[in-house]
């Protein structure tokens, strides 16, 4: 018997990095589609596949140390609470955060987006505030301060998008003023692909004396990440995204921002001392993790975060580089396509139209042909008002997709062209 999670160092020591062998690992992507048709799942920023080593740590987990965490002293408690402080380590390190007590678990990049508009900001923003967000922001990163700015009095201004899909940085600096107190930003858009100078954008903004927020989602799975160099506030990314299970991300916060905010939600966990008539809360980054945690789903994100980083982050940063340009050429090649975003810092998610064709009937005609890509407002509605479009298709690549992938999505876009006849 074992308690030792796999890591997936034996398995990865072997080949290095090649998205061909990588792809073995990753058990779903063996499956044919419809049929007989080979999955060419091109669907990841929306969620990641898992490999082995993640589902095998689930396995693991379940089979030998399932417990609550911080409570009970029997042995299976101490597993699951050693596993559980292990991962919020090995989260820890991954980001550059210095220290573990920076890092909040949460449900993802949402809760924790969430968690900081109503910790944070129901303390400090007051009215005649301004929180500045940008035009390309996904609804995890508006809603919680439209919820807040309306409870507050406070006012949000967006950051305009240039037509290459690029932030429009003058308009940014413009934007700053006293009245700032936040500037929450996407790192990497999950529908222009752009990616934004935050540590220049953050330098700014703190000169400015606005709190910065980072929307981390599509930028902590493809490349490498160092909050304190970044200079951030906060950073927020969920684990599904980077080949951890459902249901568990992180907040990172600077420490001396989590010991001055409010608690979040009340609960177990999140106390020091309770009485009748009043409580005192736990230190951080507990305060912020009432109830019972998502243990499993915690050891699963540090297993899937010691398989990046064994992969290395500057090889999978590397590796999207090339296939992105791939994919850009390969579908540009198309008659009657058109891709949104030509910034010219860009990740691998790739969004476009094709003339005819609206996104949903592409998405599902594709799909026939075991190709797996997103159609949609992609939860940025106001980027698509600015795109002008209702919707668009979007194919996403990860570290397991290879050429061959792409060269399917382009044969199926050829056939539903054909099916539609333009
Ligand atoms: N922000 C961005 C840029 C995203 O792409 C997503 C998910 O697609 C989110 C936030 C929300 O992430 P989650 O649903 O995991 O909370």
Redesign the pocket.
Known sequence: MTTTPVTGDDILRGPGFDPAMLRFQFPILAQKIHGDKRLAYLDN??TTQKPQPVICALCEYYEFCNSNVHRALHELAERATEQYDESRRKVARFIGAGQEESVVFT?????S?NLVAYAWGRKFIEEGDVILLTEM??H??IIPWQILAREKGAKLVYVPVLDDGSLDIEAFHRSLSSKVKLFAV?H???VLGTINPVKELADAARAAGARVLV?G??SAPHMPIDVQDLGVDFFAF?G??MCAPTGI?ALYARRELLEDMDPFMGGGEMINRVSLDDATWAEVPHKFEAGTPNISGAVGLGVAVDFLANLGMDKILEHDRRLTAYTIEKLSAIEGIKIFGKAPERGGAISFEVAGIHPHDLSQLVDREGVAIRAGHM?AQPLMKRLGVGAVSRASVYLYNVEEDVDQLVYAIGKAKDFFKV
């Open positions: 920023a929306a449900r993802g990049t949402t809760e987006i922001e996904h995890s990163n996407t990497m858009s999950n929307d989602a599509q969920s599904h995204k991300g939860c």
